[in-house]
């Protein structure tokens, strides 16, 4: 990870909006100021004051204008810069920290490092929430059948030959697996959805298939040799889907992919209960 220091600009751009912080007429006055000007004017309170700093800052973050590894400025520099209290901006800085979006290390040597937003904990943070609302094994098979068909229906109408030809690639790797066939499969759904080009639907479908698997495979027996039936079975569907793709077949590439994914929700209901709630992946 490559570490440099982030100049004065990084706390210093003008706040354009924040939202829930400010009223509507103080977003329209506060415009072109900085963080430090709206802090020294008394507009915000103590604990709102760190999230003002930590607002500001993980936008930064997120707009990639601060990049992973760089180094904040110390904690007397930003104290400075900011106008806020030592324990205002150590609120802020755990906020973040808490986000996984910083690091700090502590101590002489130390420093707080930016972090990239990770796909894998935010995956986790909306699995542990679907959980809590006793979302069920069938709801997630549901999704992907509204999801994935509409894909595939993107893909068949472009038939883009660069496309069609990393489709292929993973049909060859699948036939060439032979301990990693569940892996090549389920990376051919995930990848579809990204070759669509919607990175929101690319990030759902990936959601989708980390809650099949960690509920899943918590069913050691009936769960594994479901899916490696169905990884075993599913390579010469993947290679007619390709092919449906290449011909611009819309209509019948989507529904080709929705009976597969209907034959694989059946072999998952005759081995396990698609109405119980999700679990969360052991260990």
């Known amino acids: 990870m490559r570490l440099r220091r982030a100049d004065e600009s990084v706390i210093n751009l003008p706040v354009r909006r924040v939202s829930g912080l400010l009223s509507p007429a103080r977003v329209s006055q506060a415009k072109g100021d900085t963080v430090a000007q709206m802090l020294s004017e008394g507009e915000v309170t103590s604990p709102k004051a760190a999230s003002l700093v930590a607002a500001q800052i993980r936008k930064q973050i997120v707009l990639g204008e601060l990049a992973e590894g760089d180094l904040l400025p110390s904690e007397a520099e930003m104290v400075k810069r900011l106008a806020v209290s030592r324990p205002t901006l150590r609120q802020a800085l755990r906020i973040l920290e808490n986000e996984h979006l910083i690091t700090v290390q502590r101590g002489s040597r130390g420093g707080t490092t930016v972090l990239r937003p990770s796909i894998k904990l935010a995956s986790r943070y909306l699995s542990d929430l679907l959980r809590f609302r006793r979302t069920t094994l069938g709801d997630v098979l549901a999704a992907r059948l509204m999801l994935e068909p509409a894909a595939v229906a993107q893909l068949a109408h472009h038939h883009d030959d ?122």
Do not use: M
């Not at 099949?212 to 050691?220: A, L």
């Not at 449906?244 to 597969?260: C, F, I, P, S, Y």
């Open 162 to 283: 660069e496309v069609v030809g990393a489709l292929r690639e993973l049909v060859a790797e699948q036939r060439d697996a032979a301990d990693d066939v569940e892996k090549c499969a389920e990376q051919f759904h995930v990848r579809l959805v990204e070759l669509a080009g919607n990175p929101v639907l690319a990030q759902y479908c990936k959601l989708v298939h980390y809650l099949v698997r960690g509920h899943v495979r918590n069913h050691t027996t009936a769960g594994r040799d479901g899916e490696l039936a169905s990884a075993a079975g599913s390579i010469d569907v993947h290679a007619r889907l390709v092919e449906l793709v290449a011909a611009g077949a819309v209509h019948a590439a989507a529904e080709h992919w929705r009976d597969h994914l209907i034959a694989i929700r059946d072999e998952y209901g005759r081995r396990l209960q698609l109405d119980a709630p999700l679990e969360p992946p052991a260990g």
